[in-house]
């Protein structure tokens, strides 16, 4: 191997011009071909994960924006192996979903083949970037030697019930030796609500079949019936993610809430460690509120309000029971079980059509609407549990069936949707906390009239009431205390093809009911069968249905349904530690060593979805002890988004669009104009290419066009918008570094701001970037090609510029401030470049840090140095010397009168005495006093010196 890398290297020394499409490919291939970034579970170096968000391989490619989060995660990887840590930087693909998916229905191509092909491009992409990954360790969801060990995590899932005692999952088997011994009185689980107490005579009294059917109450992925949005245009259950403003994001089709059987998953059961285990990473404050707020924790009481004339009640969770006096009206979910059944029949047709209207909105959609008043009466009472008054009952969405009990008690003088509400349908609003805002300070009010009818409460705090009617309502067995989350159980199930078949079969019992039962271990991987279309079948299955044979070998029918997206992401970080083991997800000693990731970098879009849903597997995975630590990412950063500079043309409105005209950005004004996106590869510096235009958008010409220019030139409009496709505003950073090189690109993206914020990206801003590089060849050789280096002694101004360099830097680096490092950088090359200094000593150092930034001229100029034997990557990071960091000199600006007239250099040991002899004896100072005295020479140390004449 070594005598490999020398003969790549040998002709290096010999290139004195920069030339970044040869370099960038050499070093590249050099990565490649001697595995560089290729990292063992075993060293004696320390140990750092460092992890990107893996992409969904879509076939549009990588555009600009997307690199930027790898680009950061790659300099940080680069910097820490440099540091002397033993890295693990992997990359991998969640290449399962619905995109390749409904390529397939319009093309009748196989999503395996559109996928491997996507993932071939994004590889190529990639790699011209110059990560530094370890592709040995690479991994694809939808390889049946990955969604294998999805599918064994299911199964253990399905194998485990969460136990309120131990605050953990168990096997299940533990608690059948439960039932066994005691029945389930004693059994402190996360179960179906509808959970019958039974003995363990009576348990022990049952059939197999009647004990396998209790424990599916328990186990952590069930079978249930759940309001889901779903889309008939594509066939599918979607995600919220995957719905906006009523319709599917992919394909704009129509999406409906529709109560459907489907798998899902406890993860309520971790809601309150998932809060507590906020309090021990190391995240940003609004990632985690929005977490905190999705889980949503609140204190309060289940109430039950009797229904009039019938014997059912609806229990409603409420955190201000002392409020529970001015109920005057109550809602229910358009969804909720007893809809159907309180409604009277005078109110049934009005019922049905809001039911209906109700369906063709998503869930986050009717979470987020603040403003819309709507809603239908039932027909139907409840009684006051305290006061016995009647209060109507009415459905409104804004009020869903899988949050609390789908019921809420309306108190219009204490909420302001419920006030809404109120005054929309002209119901009363009762005065019932005239001081509610100001009680918590009034710990000793004692006010008459704060609450009507509540002798039970009169003159107690808030807090205090609260406390003494949870106590009176338990006592009169009309509600109970409760904590409640707003997180709900996850819908595990898709009705699409392109996902991991769940390791399921279904018997039919006794009763004629389907019961779920899992396939061995050594049936697995469960992989997709072949079927002739990606579509439902005729009857309406999932396209699973049309696979021929497609039944578990005892003969049983295998489930239809497939995983959502999300499972395979769930876990994916531990098998990049081990991702070619054939008998576990990973092994124990890898597990051991990695433990958990170290930085994990990725878009803000997954707070509430991957992220929950990842650290809940994670905490799972713990409890049957398969993993060693219990929060999957010890740092979490979230990239800001590179958006996208659009440009417009203006076509005058009411002209011929035979013979379109199109108006410069400077003369717009004097016309009625449209705005047209057009595409930015073709506008340079604002200016448009015509030519390229007419044949970019044929669309837009019948015959001919009209350009009204300025100066000869066509001047574009501009806006900052999301990178987009549909704005023609996506830049390939394929010609980015087809023109400029990656090393420039990295720089560029890293430059443009803050890495957690967004910024709008600028092509024509580039240049000063490629400049930059150029300039930092030019340390090493002169205009004519000459190599300059010299090795010789550092001055002291070189060592001053080098280090306060190298402290800035490796600040910056670590505050992942990586925006005012590239500035260091530029303003060392400058500094180094004014000193007219080509040292060796000197330019080694630069070289290791930058080189995580601009790797493949940092490897390049290694070279040139005369390092033949390994690369840059590993060279040891630089270290600053304090004594060089430390100016002994300051340079005062000199202000008369408040203006600055003049600067001098003064040494820091320099007396303030001293320092005003010396600015009045300044000739510059002298000529802008004009001969006056002055009145007071003000010496800030440090600062700066006034003169007031």
Not at 34 to 47: A, C, G, I, T
Not at 606 to 627: C, E, I, P, Q
Not at 874 to 901: C, H, L, M, T
Request: hydrophobic share 35%; proline share 4%; net charge negative.
């Amino acid at each position: 191997m070594d005598i490999e890398i020398i003969k790549i290297k040998s002709s290096i020394c010999i290139m004195s011009e920069y030339n970044h499409k040869e370099i960038e490919k050499k070093w590249q291939q050099f990565w490649d071909q001697n595995q560089v970034f290729k990292v063992n579970n075993e060293s004696d170096l320390p140990k750092y994960y460092v992890l990107d968000m893996f992409p969904y391989p879509s076939g549009a490619g990588l555009h600009v924006g997307h690199p930027l989060g790898y680009i950061a995660s790659d300099i940080y990887s680069r910097y820490k192996r440099q540091k002397g840590f033993n890295v693990l930087h992997p990359m991998g693909f969640d290449s399962f979903g619905l995109p390749a998916e409904q390529y397939a229905i319009q093309t009748g191509q196989h999503p395996a083949v559109t996928t491997r092909d996507n993932i071939a491009r994004y590889i190529d992409q990639l790699k011209n970037l110059g990560f530094s990954y370890d592709w040995s360790r690479e991994v694809r969801t939808s390889e049946p030697s990955y969604y294998r060990w999805t599918q064994w995590i299911f199964k253990c899932l399905f194998d485990s019930w969460y136990n309120i005692a131990s605050d953990k999952a168990e096997g299940i088997d533990s608690l059948i030796a439960e039932f066994e011994k005691n029945g389930n009185i004693e059994v402190k689980a996360v179960c179906d609500e509808d959970t019958p107490i039974f003995t363990a005579s009576q348990w022990n009294s049952w059939s197999d079949e009647d004990r396998y059917r209790m424990t599916l109450k328990y186990r952590l992925t069930y079978v249930a019936d759940a309001t889901v949005n779903w889309c008939p245009g594509l066939g599918s259950v979607l995600s919220n993610d995957e719905v906006k403003d009523g319709v599917s994001e992919r394909g704009g089709f129509p999406v409906v809430q529709k109560l459907m059987r489907q798998w899902m998953m406890r993860i309520s059961s971790y809601a309150q460690r998932l809060l507590d285990g906020l309090d021990t990473v190391d995240w940003s404050d609004s990632l985690k509120e929005q977490q905190r707020n999705w889980i949503g924790r609140s204190v309060g009481a289940l109430v039950k309000f009797q229904l009039e004339g019938l014997d059912q009640h609806i229990e409603v969770f409420t955190t201000r029971v002392d409020t529970i006096y001015g109920v005057s009206f109550m809602v229910i979910a358009p969804e909720h079980e007893l809809v159907e059944q309180i409604t009277t029949d005078s109110q049934k047709e009005e019922i049905g059509a809001y039911i209906e209207m109700t369906k063709k909105r998503s869930e986050r959609d009717r979470m987020s609407d603040v403003k819309t008043v709507s809603g239908a009466f039932t027909g139907a009472y409840v009684l006051n549990p305290l006061s016995q008054e009647r209060v109507p009952v009415y459905i409104a969405d804004y009020v869903l069936a899988g949050y609390g009990t789908g019921a809420v008690m309306a108190v219009p003088s204490g909420d302001q949707r419920d006030w809404n509400f109120a005054k929309h349908f002209d119901l009363p609003i009762v005065p019932i906390l005239d001081a509610q805002k100001n009680i918590e300070k009034e710990a000793d009010s004692t006010k008459e009239g704060q609450y009507i009818n509540s002798g039970i409460i009169d003159g107690l705090t808030f807090a205090e009431a609260n406390e003494k009617l949870i106590a009176y309502i338990e006592d009169q067995g009309i509600g109970k205390g409760k904590i409640n989350y707003r997180i709900r159980d996850a819908v595990f199930g898709r009705q699409r093809y392109w996902g991991e078949p769940v390791p399921v079969y279904y018997k039919t019992d006794s009763q004629g009911q389907a019961l779920p039962y899992l396939i061995d271990d050594a049936e697995l991987p469960l992989n997709l069968p072949a079927i002739d279309k990606y579509l439902p079948t005729e009857t309406g299955e999932p396209p699973l249905g049309r696979a021929e044979g497609w039944g578990h070998e005892s003969g049983h029918p295998y489930e239809l349904s497939t995983m959502p997206g999300w499972a395979g992401s769930s876990w994916y970080w531990y098998r990049y530690m081990d991702p070619q083991n054939d008998e576990a997800f990973a092994s124990k000693e890898a597990i051991d060593y990695w433990k958990a990731v170290d930085l994990y970098i990725g878009g803000t879009e997954h707070a509430t979805g991957h992220l929950l849903y990842s650290r809940f597997w994670n905490k799972f995975l713990k409890d049957r002890g398969y993993v060693s630590e219990e929060e999957p990412f010890k740092k979490l950063i979230n990239q800001g988004m590179i958006q996208g500079r659009s440009n417009f043309v203006y076509r005058v409105k009411n002209a011929d669009l035979t013979h379109p005209i199109f108006v410069s950005a400077g003369l717009k004004s004097q016309y009625e104009v449209t705005a047209l996106h057009v595409d930015v590869n073709i506008v340079e510096n604002d200016v448009l290419n015509v030519d390229k235009f007419k044949a970019s958008r044929p669309d837009l010409f019948a015959e001919k066009a009209e350009f009204i220019l300025e100066d000869g030139k066509y001047i574009c409009g501009t806006e900052v918008e999301k990178m987009s496709k549909s704005k023609f505003n996506v830049v390939n950073p394929d010609d980015i570094i087809a023109r400029y090189g990656a090393d420039t690109l990295r720089l560029y993206e890293m430059f443009l701001g803050p890495l957690e914020q967004a910024k709008p990206w600028n092509t024509n801003g580039i240049d000063g970037t490629y400049r930059f590089i150029k300039k930092l060849w030019r340390l090493f050789y002169n205009d004519n090609g000459q190599y300059v280096v010299e090795d010789k002694p550092a001055t002291e101004a070189e060592l001053k510029v080098l280090h306060k360099t190298i402290k800035k830097v490796e600040g910056d680096i670590e505050n992942f401030s990586f925006n005012t490092a590239v500035s260091a950088f530029m303003v060392c090359v400058n500094d180094l470049g004014g000193l007219k200094s080509h040292n060796k000593g000197i330019l080694e150092q630069l070289v290791i840090l930058i080189s995580a930034y601009a790797p493949h001229i940092a490897e390049e100029l290694w070279t040139v140095l005369g390092h033949e034997a390994g690369t840059v990557s590993s060279a040891p990071y630089p270290v600053w010397e304090q004594k060089y960091v430390v100016d002994a000199v300051f340079e005062y600006p000199v202000q008369i009168n408040g203006k600055v007239r003049a600067t001098m250099p003064f040494a820091l040991d320099t007396s303030v005495a001293d320092i005003q002899a010396e600015v009045l004896a300044n000739e510059t100072v002298l000529k802008w006093m004009e001969g006056k005295p002055a009145k007071k020479v003000i010496v800030v140390p440090k600062r700066i010196v006034n003169v007031v004449i």
